[in-house]
């Protein structure tokens, strides 16, 4: 290390330093001082002369940033930059300032272990996140491989396999890898039983399915049944035509104002990975349920707001889109969300009222954008025979800001 490159982040394995090249080695012995968690310091200490430090919790990378210019070290299990603390600390360290030497993740060790090509495989970090977040991913054939945060998650991701139709699946633990205490042992998620689980461990999934699993569809429109629901909630048809508008994009945020069942805000967030949503909903009862139907939908991150819009609207920051399914009839509504929208960002909205057609209507005729009206009509039982039963049409009006 030098002034300029004053930083090493070094991957080490349970193997401790018997894993780490020459040159890691070196790094670390050469450090002033050398950050980690307890287990990591731990595996390095043969070869740490200088500080050792511990990360302070809660966690936060000042007491690392302090150090700026004297040599230093952080050390990360395996990759440091797969759901690694190497993510953290390139956002506040340009990569000319430090030097990176990466072990094998335990998602290659794991790879490695099954026979499973890493390319075809979901890698999830569950460590410190919801178990939830599988849920997207179960369907047959799926290879699922995901790091967990102790010994009780593998017990409680086989319970939420059983409860969502995915009892047959196999399930493959994979404990304290690389190290003398390595083991794997397998199961079916209905018959799991392991006791005395490493809390170190990483879990492989290889889905299996019975009759009427919960397997979600990836296009837009899922199933109205698959929602639990009050009856307020964006229906099938019309909620596919609203995404189609809304057109989500990785990596970007949604603003549902009136958010009723969490619906369209919950397919944003399945689109992508990386797609993030606010949902604005007055009633306390209706937010809970949005809150239970992200859970059941695998995008337990949905962030919920309880209250009305306008007023609940403030210091909700900019979004990309902005959908109005309820509330335009509220004076000052359609003024926030419009304001709530980036420059370059789209804003939809749908009304079933004449009252509320007025509104978009008006705003059409200030504004431009894109009216379309949605008449869906559904068979249904009539006096022994079958007819069409129409539904309310919708009013759909949609907007690019300048």
């Known amino acids: 290390m030098s002034a300029d490159r004053w930083l090493g982040i070094v991957g080490i394995g349970e193997d401790g330093v018997e894993g780490l090249s020459p040159l890691a080695r070196r790094m670390i012995e050469a450090a002033a001082a050398v950050f980690g968690g307890r287990r990591h310091l731990a595996l390095a200490a043969p070869h740490v002369k200088g500080e050792a430090v511990e990360w302070p919790s809660p966690f936060t990378i000042e007491p690392l940033l302090a150090r700026r210019g004297t040599p230093t070290v952080v050390l990360a299990s395996g990759d440091p930059f797969l759901f690694g603390v190497g993510n953290v600390v390139a956002r506040h360290v340009p990569p000319a300032e430090y030097v990176a030497l990466p072990a094998p993740s335990a998602f290659s060790l794991a790879a490695s272990r099954l026979g499973w090509p890493l390319a075809e495989v979901t890698m999830l970090s569950l460590h410190g996140r919801s178990i939830d977040l599988v849920r997207p991913h179960l369907f047959p054939g799926a290879r699922i491989l995901a790091l967990t945060s102790d010994a009780a998650a593998p017990t409680a991701i086989a319970a939420l396999l059983c409860g969502s139709g995915f009892g047959p699946s196999r399930l493959f633990l994979l404990e304290a890898m690389g190290g003398a205490d390595e083991r794997m042992r397998d199961s079916r998620a209905a018959s799991f039983a392991m006791q005395a689980i490493n809390p170190l461990n990483t879990l492989a999934i290889a889905v299996e399915a019975e009759p009427g699993a ?39 945020c949604l603003v549902d104002i009136g958010a009723g069942s969490g619906s369209v805000a919950i397919e944003w967030m399945l689109a992508d990975r990386r797609c993030r949503a606010i949902a604005i909903e007055p009633r306390g009862d209706r937010a ?3 809150r239970a139907n992200a859970a059941a939908f695998g995008v337990p991150g949905l962030d919920v707001v309880e209250g009305a819009a306008p007023d609940a609207l403030a210091g909700v920051p900019e979004a990309d889109a902005v959908f109005v399914g309820g509330g335009l009839s509220r004076p000052g509504v359609l003024a926030a969300a419009l304001d709530l929208v980036r420059a370059g960002g789209r804003l939809v909205a749908n009304a079933v009222t004449l009252e509320t057609e007025r509104v978009l209507l008006g705003a059409h005729e200030e504004r431009g954008g894109r009216l379309i009206r949605i008449a869906i009509d559904r068979a249904a039982p009539l006096a022994g025979m079958t007819a069409w039963e129409p539904a309310r049409p919708v009013l759909q009006w949609s907007w690019t800001k300048p």
């Open 288 to 290: 809970a349920r949005i």
């Open 214 to 252: 919960r397997i979600l569809p990836r296009a837009a429109g899922l199933d109205d049944a698959l929602f639990e629901t009050d009856g307020q909630i964006t229906k099938r048809e019309i909620r596919a035509l609203t995404l189609s508008a809304l057109a989500p994009r990785p990596g970007e």
